[in-house]
């Protein structure tokens, strides 16, 4: 087993956290965003948070037989209202596992932004479609980093820059809109997986990539 790192993702020390709006990462079965926007969270369907000793944190948000298996499955956070990073810069973090794919299926996100996998991982920003950033292996966790600077937005899989993209304009990411954990731009858009870390903050985080080292845990 290993732990996506640095553990960082959660530490309270690190030099932005005063502008992190969203952190899920259980470490029990409480559902709850960690971050100061303390966010509400509502898991719809059959998602939940249970223990699981696959997890890096021993604790996942999946649904009651293991995974996102329906477009009821999935859990919210509640928009800011006014309050988000908009046309500023963000990173948006998350460690997950695919279960299996086969068909387009929405990790996080809401209509303004949004990632999903079929297969290959794609980023939808105001619809503007960035296809095939990765390959998503199922069966082990992954440490996705989707961070904006200024006019660019760069993709990392854990640690290694897959994609940069350039885009100017403002980015919903949860200011007026919902974001959605498991599900993303609609209904038929279904994550078969589960997630141990979802991270938003309003800055960039890393300069220009994520530090990512393998730590094994117990």
């Known amino acids: 087993m290993f732990l996506p790192g ?6 309270p020390s690190d030099e932005h956290w005063e502008r992190v709006n969203l952190l899920v990462q259980p470490t029990d079965p409480v559902l709850e965003d960690l971050s100061s926007a303390s966010r509400s969270l509502t898991s719809f369907g059959e998602a939940t948070v249970t223990p699981n000793e696959e997890s890096p944190t021993g604790y996942s948000l ?17 928009a800011l209202q006014g309050s988000g990073p908009d046309e500023n810069d963000f990173t948006v973090e998350i460690v997950t596992k695919l279960r299996r794919n086969g068909r387009h299926r929405g990790i ?9 996998v079929l297969y290959d991982v794609d980023l939808y920003i105001n619809g503007q479609n960035h296809l095939s950033l990765f390959f998503l292996n199922p069966g082990s966790w992954k440490y996705i980093v989707v961070q904006r600077v200024s006019d660019s937005i760069y993709v990392f899989l854990d640690g290694e820059l897959r994609k940069t993209i350039s885009y100017s304009g403002p980015i919903d990411l949860g200011t007026n809109q919902p974001l959605m954990i498991g599900k993303s731009r609609g209904t038929e858009w279904n994550y078969d997986g589960e997630f141990a870390a979802v991270r938003v903050t309003a800055a960039a985080r890393f300069s220009p990539a994520p530090a990512w080292t393998p730590v094994p845990t117990s």
Do not use: K, M, Q, V
């Open 6 to 11: 640095p553990a960082s993702i959660t530490l």
């Open 108 to 116: 996080f996100g809401n209509s303004s932004f949004s990632i999903s």
């Open 62 to 78: 999946w649904c009651r037989d293991g995974y996102f298996d329906s477009a009821l499955d999935y859990f919210e956070a509640a």
